[in-house]
């Protein structure tokens, strides 16, 4: 099986700036992408960022210029620089990896980490 284990949320001032991070263990032959979702109160699950295996990213429209996707393959890990932070980012953050463990890659998830940005 894999986890994903995510750190880095809480509670930070508008303008301010939190770094994410999720990292992949077990039995895993091949991350095929791995990115950030979130999830405000009463709202749909959006995409944040992805970075796609071989050099791919993409951001949603809102978090462009602010926001910052990174991996390090060799800890199966990817992070996210969140600067310039607005009250509208305001969410549960959950890391999402699409590993191949056997024949068909599969989606993970991780427990969430809550990102509160207020004064």
């Known amino acids: 099986q894999v986890q994903l284990v995510e750190s880095g949320g809480g509670l930070v001032q508008p303008g301010g700036s939190l770094r994410l991070s999720c990292a992949a263990s077990?039995?895993?032959?091949?991350?095929?992408?791995m990115g950030w979702y979130r999830q405000a109160p009463g709202k749909q699950r959006d995409l944040v960022a992805v970075?796609?295996?071989?050099?791919?990213?993409h951001y949603a429209d809102s978090v462009k210029g602010r926001f910052t996707i990174s991996r390090d393959n060799a800890k199966n890990a990817v992070m996210l620089q969140m600067n310039s932070l607005e009250p509208e980012d305001t969410a549960v953050y959950s890391c999402?990896?699409?590993?191949?463990?056997?024949?068909?890659?599969?989606?993970?998830w991780g427990q969430g980490t809550q990102v509160t940005v207020s004064s």
């Open positions: 999402h990896a699409l590993i191949r463990t056997s024949i068909l890659p599969t989606h993970y």
């Open positions: 077990g039995s895993i032959l091949r991350i095929n992408a």
């Open positions: 970075d796609v295996s071989g050099g791919t990213t």
